[in-house]
């Protein structure tokens, strides 16, 4: 998918939908550089294990993506260790599910910092790389939440929502420099964050009979999409979003 190896940073890969998103891109050529918090050392170097097994460069760095300072030195060590950024993916994200009324204050500011205010924070500080180079990928991971979002989540609907909304500006100012931005929304997926919401069969019945294709998402599902961003297939591409939720919202 891409003519040279590129370097692609993916940030909070230790699992799930970013564990994914590593795994393929190394399948296709990818160098990595992994990103998590410092409470998933071990699995983030267990994804990294497996990534190399495709036979690329990958390198882990810790930082909490929402600290501008962290983000900062993660980039400048991606760099020096790999020689630059060629995509970078914000996956990174938490949910804290609580009802409008009764939600705290730390619950909003932490899914906000992490999910909105994150992604925002690793552009920011790839961004000279990339115009430097004239050449860049960025995919940001929204979700469908963003565009109709469940009970107990406002607060995370509304950071994915930002996220969106960031993505289409961002593609307008950086176009010219040969970078596109581009959003993947997930459906309901298969991981811990995901499970929250299907533990209980009848809600898990209940999402699968929304779904055109009649069953929950699988990780895997959402690297091949988030890859075609990656790569030069999609150099005309850019400000758009993504479902990739196996046909609940048809748009």
């Known amino acids: 998918m891409t003519k040279t190896t590129r370097v692609a940073l993916v940030t909070g890969a230790s699992r799930g939908i970013g564990k994914a998103i590593a795994l393929g891109l190394a399948a296709r050529g990818f160098d990595l550089v992994l990103n998590d918090i410092a409470a998933q050392t071990d699995t983030l170097s267990a994804t990294a294990a497996e990534a190399r097994s495709h036979g690329g460069r990958v390198i882990t760095l810790q930082a909490d993506v929402s600290n501008k300072a962290q983000v900062q030195a993660m980039v400048e060590a991606a760099v020096a260790q790999m020689g630059s950024i ?35 924070l690793v552009v920011q500080a790839v961004l000279p790389v990339m115009k430097a180079q004239n050449y860049g990928r960025i995919c940001n991971i929204s979700s469908i939440g963003g565009k ?53 069969p009848s809600i898990s019945n209940a999402w699968k009979a929304k779904t055109a294709m009649a069953r929950i998402g699988d990780p895997e599902d959402v690297a091949g999409p988030v890859a075609f961003f990656c790569s030069d297939d999609s150099a005309f591409v850019t400000g758009q979003t993504l479902n990739v939720d196996g046909g609940i919202v048809l748009s």
């Not at 929502?161 to 970078?179: D, H, K, N, S």
């Open 86 to 120: 060629h995509a970078v993916v914000n996956n990174a994200g938490i949910l804290r599910a609580s009802d409008v009324e009764h939600c705290p204050e730390d619950y909003w500011d932490s899914v906000m910092d992490v999910n909105a205010k994150g992604t925002f």
């Open 148 to 200: 109709h979002g469940a009970p107990e989540q406002a607060h995370y609907s509304a950071s994915k929502a930002a996220v969106m909304g960031f993505t289409r500006v961002l593609a307008q100012e950086v176009g010219p420099f040969g970078i596109t931005a581009n959003c993947i929304c997930p459906g309901i997926i298969l991981t811990d964050m995901g499970r929250v919401n299907l533990d209980d």
